[in-house]
């Protein structure tokens, strides 16, 4: 029987475990990414462990995320990172050099390989044919050591593509028409294979868009074939010699098939507040405009910014319209100013963004009170851009351009007065390295650690008996953004102390004051949750944070892939409702225990640990389950992956 692409480079990359869907599996990782808001406490757990240099093929440390410098905490990082990467032998990749998935597309990217990344769309890679998976910040740091990756063997779904784009529909209608279909849980433990005869009608930063917001899906990652198109994109690069040829076999066998007609699909938006609520933007015209956000890692490729810069030529943006325009790298930056199209987006009054994360991610540009803000980034929970009751909808470049120039949303198909920019990527891209720093044979470098710069902070092993609190009741799809904040609170994220001051911030204030004064007391606290518990990004620190504030449990209708791996990783116990009606029968503040969870944890055989939750406070019992590899068993046990790594080594 043939392989899938999937099959091919796990089968390559595989040192333990069958691949055998839902079994776990561990993989050697070539490539490592984190970026300045993971990079930090990823690092900084390197270091604890004991490593002494990095021992994949590439880590590559990026600048994209605190590139706003409001205090020195952001500059400090920095320059630990810097250092610190010279010290352990990685690339580091300057701010002001643009965003890591971008970044990584245009220089490093190879078909075949395997990347880990502290980010969780990396899957941005699978546009050049590789399997790329988000993680936490402590998974890459052991990666980075020459460690494996632990993770589920996927079952593999194929979208076919058939027919190709018409003009004013683009690559981000495509991903959002498989939201459309998929929606944003349900799908852990899978990949998204791409192939049909629409997929050669695609270059590599389409796919790109494709396979990076495939992370809203929940999936573990996406991938489409290294064929004629990624030849033409890494001849580009001038990186034509990486190239090589990885195409599914004719006979490969799927868990299951999907057919999207590329021909049939029209301009989508996700509206309020969830990439998964698709609508068409036809059923959106004449709805007023206050802000447009052009770029982030989904859609700032020289394609995409050059199809905005022919939009807006010779135009001027609505009056009542905000437009901000960030390049994803310096290449991009550089070559539409070479081209004179930098100048025509300035010229129609875009605000020109440094190429950096920035309002992706709430770090600047937040939209006015209760404004529409069109954005090409690729989520828009509530808050996330920093302005709680903003409305954010996610579009294209091209919806999005009109928009600008209209102060309203347009019907890209149904508008006449402007024509369908004819744009291809360019045989040739400017390349110039110099914003990364390689490293040396010279590796007496002194770490550079500011103020604001700490320990990474060490849980104690699981104890005999959880008894404590629900500390907070919260609903479905709680995202990491919902548990840890990112904007404005970023620059602490290399000070844990600080950072768990915010938990829960907008959810429940008084959170973090009230789970450290348990921890204090020795009650351990308990968070309840309901489906779908951590979507959204990989930020560890939605686990480390909690961790501090003395959390030792997540109760769960559903957990996401990445934030059940960080709650190992950190020792705190991730347990799902056997059924799902028991969320219904806990309450915050209500006080529970569950006995003998040491002695079951250690016990336990095969991969369903089965445990009895006591809610004393209502006098029940509810049955928990939860799915647990042996390895996972002796995270928790130890405390977390940084105690069994320090056990491990001594």
Same mark, same amino acid.
């Given at each position: 029987?043939g392989?899938?692409i999937?099959?091919?480079i796990?089968?390559?990359?595989?040192?333990?475990?069958?691949l055998q869907?839902?079994?776990?599996?561990?993989?050697?990782?070539?490539q490592?990414?984190?970026?300045d808001?993971?990079?930090?406490?990823?690092?900084?757990?390197?270091e604890?462990?004991?490593?002494d240099?990095?021992?994949?093929?590439?880590?590559?440390?990026?600048?994209?995320?605190?590139?706003?410098?409001v205090?020195f905490?952001?500059?400090?990082?920095?320059?630990?990172?810097r250092t610190v990467?010279a010290r352990?032998?990685?690339?580091y990749?300057?701010?002001?050099?643009?965003?890591c998935?971008? *970044?990584?597309l245009?220089?490093?990217?190879?078909?075949?390989?395997?990347?880990?990344?502290?980010d969780s769309?990396?899957?941005?890679?699978?546009g050049i044919?590789?399997?790329?998976?988000?993680?936490?910040?402590?998974?890459? #740091?052991?990666a980075?050591?020459?460690?494996p990756?632990?993770?589920?063997?996927?079952?593999v779904?194929?979208?076919?593509?058939?027919? %190709?784009?018409?003009?004013w529909?683009s690559?981000k209608?495509?991903?959002l028409k498989?939201?459309s279909?998929f929606?944003?849980?349900g799908?852990?433990?899978?990949?998204?294979?791409?192939?049909?005869?629409?997929v050669?009608t695609?270059?590599?930063?389409?796919?790109?868009?494709?396979?990076?917001m495939?992370?809203e899906?929940g999936?573990?990652t996406?991938?489409?074939p290294s064929?004629e198109?990624?030849?033409a994109?890494m001849q580009?690069?001038?990186r034509?010699g990486d190239?090589?040829?990885? *195409?599914?076999?004719e006979d490969?066998?799927?868990?299951q098939?999907?057919?999207?007609?590329?021909?049939?699909?029209?301009?989508?938006a996700?509206?309020?507040h969830s990439p998964?609520?698709?609508v068409?933007v036809r059923?959106?015209?004449?709805m007023?405009?206050d802000?447009?956000c052009?770029?982030?890692?989904?859609?700032?490729s020289?394609t995409d910014l050059?199809?905005?810069?022919?939009?807006?030529s010779?135009?001027t943006?609505s009056?009542?319209?905000?437009?901000?325009?960030a390049q994803?790298?310096?290449q991009?930056?550089l070559?539409?100013a070479?081209?004179?199209h *930098?100048?025509?987006?300035?010229q129609?009054?875009?605000?020109?963004l440094?190429s950096?994360?920035?309002?992706?991610?709430g770090?600047h540009?937040?939209?006015?009170?209760?404004?529409?803000?069109l954005?090409?980034?690729?989520?828009?929970?509530?808050?996330r851009s920093g302005?709680?009751d903003?409305q954010?909808?996610?579009?294209s470049? %091209?919806?999005?351009?009109? #928009?600008a120039?209209?102060?309203?949303?347009v019907?890209?198909l149904a508008?006449q007065e402007?024509?369908?920019?004819?744009v291809?990527?360019?045989?040739?891209?400017?390349?110039?390295?110099s914003?990364?720093?390689?490293p040396?044979e010279?590796?007496?470098?002194?770490i550079?650690?500011?103020p604001n710069?700490?320990?990474?902070?060490?849980?104690?092993?699981l104890? #005999?008996?959880?008894?404590g609190?629900?500390?907070?009741?919260v609903?479905?799809?709680?995202?990491?953004?919902?548990i840890?904040?990112?904007g404005?609170?970023?620059?602490?994220?290399?000070?844990?102390?600080?950072?768990?001051?915010?938990?829960?911030e907008?959810v429940?204030?008084?959170?973090?004051?009230? $789970?450290?004064?348990?921890r204090?007391a020795?009650v351990?606290?308990?968070?309840?949750?309901?489906?779908?518990?951590g &979507?959204?990004?990989?930020? %560890?620190?939605?686990?480390?944070?909690?961790?501090?504030?003395?959390v030792? $449990?997540?109760?769960?209708q559903?957990?996401?892939r990445i934030?059940m791996?960080?709650l190992?990783n950190?020792?705190?116990l991730?347990?799902?409702?056997?059924?799902?009606?028991?969320?219904?029968?806990i309450? &915050?503040g209500d006080a529970?225990e569950?006995?003998g969870v040491?002695r079951?944890?250690?016990d336990?055989e095969?991969?369903?640990?089965k445990?009895?939750?006591?809610?004393?406070?209502?006098?029940?019992?509810?049955? *928990?389950?939860?799915?647990?590899?042996?390895? &996972?068993?002796?995270?928790?046990?130890?405390?977390g992956?940084?105690?069994f790594?320090?056990?491990?080594?001594?």
């Amino acid at each position: 029987m043939g392989k899938t692409i999937t099959e091919k480079i796990l089968s390559e990359h595989l040192v333990e475990g069958t691949l055998q869907a839902g079994e776990p599996i561990a993989l050697r990782i070539d490539q490592t990414l984190t970026q300045d808001a993971t990079g930090t406490m990823a690092f900084l757990q390197f270091e604890a462990m004991g490593l002494d240099e990095t021992k994949n093929e590439l880590a590559v440390s990026y600048v994209d995320h605190n590139t706003v410098q409001v205090g020195f905490e952001n500059a400090d990082d920095h320059e630990y990172l810097r250092t610190v990467a010279a010290r352990y032998k990685a690339v580091y990749s300057r701010p002001g050099n643009g965003i890591c998935h971008q *970044l990584h597309l245009e220089r490093f990217g190879i078909p075949g390989k395997t990347l880990l990344g502290s980010d969780s769309h990396t899957p941005t890679g699978g546009g050049i044919g590789m399997i790329a998976i988000g993680a936490g910040g402590i998974d890459v #740091a052991v990666a980075m050591g020459g460690g494996p990756f632990y993770m589920t063997a996927p079952k593999v779904v194929q979208i076919r593509l058939e027919g %190709e784009l018409r003009p004013w529909v683009s690559a981000k209608d495509v991903i959002l028409k498989v939201l459309s279909i998929f929606g944003t849980k349900g799908n852990v433990g899978t990949v998204f294979e791409y192939g049909g005869p629409g997929v050669k009608t695609l270059d590599v930063p389409q796919r790109a868009t494709i396979t990076n917001m495939g992370a809203e899906c929940g999936v573990t990652t996406s991938v489409f074939p290294s064929d004629e198109q990624t030849y033409a994109f890494m001849q580009a690069q001038n990186r034509g010699g990486d190239y090589r040829e990885l *195409l599914a076999d004719e006979d490969a066998q799927y868990d299951q098939v999907v057919t999207v007609s590329l021909s049939e699909l029209e301009p989508l938006a996700a509206a309020p507040h969830s990439p998964g609520n698709i609508v068409p933007v036809r059923e959106l015209a004449g709805m007023k405009v206050d802000q447009v956000c052009i770029g982030s890692c989904t859609n700032s490729s020289y394609t995409d910014l050059r199809i905005t810069a022919e939009v807006l030529s010779g135009r001027t943006v609505s009056p009542e319209v905000s437009l901000g325009v960030a390049q994803g790298s310096r290449q991009v930056m550089l070559m539409m100013a070479k081209e004179g199209h *930098l100048a025509s987006m300035i010229q129609a009054g875009a605000r020109i963004l440094e190429s950096a994360c920035g309002f992706c991610i709430g770090n600047h540009l937040s939209p006015g009170n209760n404004a529409v803000s069109l954005r090409t980034s690729n989520r828009n929970f509530e808050g996330r851009s920093g302005t709680k009751d903003a409305q954010v909808y996610l579009v294209s470049p %091209e919806t999005a351009s009109l #928009a600008a120039l209209h102060g309203k949303f347009v019907d890209p198909l149904a508008q006449q007065e402007t024509a369908c920019p004819e744009v291809s990527m360019p045989e040739t891209f400017i390349t110039d390295d110099s914003m990364f720093l390689f490293p040396s044979e010279n590796t007496n470098v002194e770490i550079k650690r500011g103020p604001n710069i700490g320990d990474p902070p060490v849980n104690e092993p699981l104890p #005999a008996d959880l008894i404590g609190e629900a500390a907070i009741k919260v609903g479905e799809k709680i995202t990491t953004d919902h548990i840890m904040p990112a904007g404005q609170r970023l620059k602490y994220r290399s000070n844990i102390p600080a950072y768990a001051e915010y938990v829960f911030e907008h959810v429940d204030g008084t959170f973090s004051a009230r $789970a450290g004064k348990n921890r204090d007391a020795g009650v351990h606290n308990f968070i309840i949750a309901g489906d779908s518990y951590g &979507q959204g990004s990989s930020r %560890e620190h939605a686990a480390l944070c909690p961790m501090y504030l003395g959390v030792k $449990a997540v109760i769960a209708q559903s957990i996401e892939r990445i934030h059940m791996a960080n709650l190992f990783n950190f020792g705190i116990l991730p347990l799902l409702f056997e059924h799902p009606e028991d969320y219904h029968r806990i309450d &915050q503040g209500d006080a529970l225990e569950i006995r003998g969870v040491r002695r079951e944890l250690a016990d336990a055989e095969g991969s369903d640990l089965k445990l009895k939750l006591v809610n004393r406070t209502k006098g029940s019992e509810i049955p *928990l389950t939860v799915p647990v590899s042996a390895r &996972q068993r002796k995270l928790l046990l130890a405390g977390g992956l940084l105690n069994f790594t320090r056990e491990q080594q001594g």
